[in-house]
T-cell receptor, first 113, second 110 residues
Framework: NAGVTQTPKFQVLKTGQSMTLQCAQD?????MSWYRQDPGMGLRLIHY???????DQGEVPNGYNVSRSTTEDFPLRLLSAAPSQTSVYFC????????????FGQGTRLTVV | AQRVTQPEKLLSVFKGAPVELKCNYS??????LFWYVQYSRQRLQLLLR??SRESIKGFTADLNKGETSFHLKKPFAQEEDSAMYYC????????????FGRGTSLIVHP
């Protein structure tokens, strides 16, 4: 059981480049979300999805796009990378109930130069 | 709006000392509270949730609705407790997607 898998683990981008961070889960979870982790800022929610075909913005959505075409996958797209997007990105998934535990991927460390 | 506040960025103690990591929340309804832990170079994982009322690795946390707090406590810290700890809030208003605090780095010295 792989759980939540993120790829790549590390990435360096130049300003203005685009890329997609991949996230896949094999637990049939309805809820999936993307967070960024910055020193002193904790985990901030970027986008989330409560089911296939449904996405919504979190606290810091600007500069990021998402889609949810399947239950398993929830990719995060950076259309034009900026140095302010240098961060560690975590994907999480969970069941659709309020007491549920969120399962996290191992993170993607992104540097934009 | 819902918010989680962890006032301490860093908590440094010696082995065997008591530990209390503070967490306060703001939400007008009935929230679900969690503590997550991130050990060095590992992914975040659930430590405990208030609904379970359990003790995990010697840690406990009590939800105080009057003070809107969910502090994490351990009577005798161990070196292996050194990690980043995040308090999280889940509510119906937020579609049950967790809102996290800024985290507290706990360092336990030998």
């Amino acid at each position: 059981n792989a759980g939540v898998t993120q790829t790549p683990k590390f990435q360096v981008l130049k300003t203005g480049q685009s890329m997609t961070l991949q996230c896949a889960q094999d637990m049939n979870h309805e809820y999936m979300s993307w967070y960024r982790q910055d020193p002193g800022m904790g985990l901030r929610l970027i986008h989330y999805s409560v089911g296939a075909g449904i996405t919504d913005q979190g606290e810091v959505p600007n500069g990021y796009n998402v889609s949810r075409s399947t239950t398993e996958d929830f990719p995060l797209r950076l259309l034009s990378a900026a140095p302010s997007q240098t961060s560690v990105y975590f994907c999480a998934s969970s069941w659709d109930s309020k007491n549920t535990e969120a399962f996290f991927g191992q993170g993607t460390r992104l540097t934009v130069v | 709006a819902q918010r989680v506040t962890q006032p301490e960025k860093l908590l440094s103690v010696f082995k065997g000392a008591p530990v209390e990591l503070k967490c306060n929340y703001s939400y007008s309804g009935s929230p679900e509270l969690f503590w997550y832990v991130q050990y060095s170079r590992q992914r975040l994982q659930l430590l405990l949730r208030h609904i379970s009322r359990e003790s995990i690795k010697g840690f406990t946390a009590d939800l105080n609705k009057g003070e809107t707090s969910f502090h994490l406590k351990k009577p005798f810290a161990q070196e292996e407790d050194s990690a980043m700890y995040y308090c999280a809030l889940s509510t119906s208003g937020g579609s049950y997607i967790p809102t996290f605090g800024r985290g507290t780095s706990l360092i336990v010295h030998p």
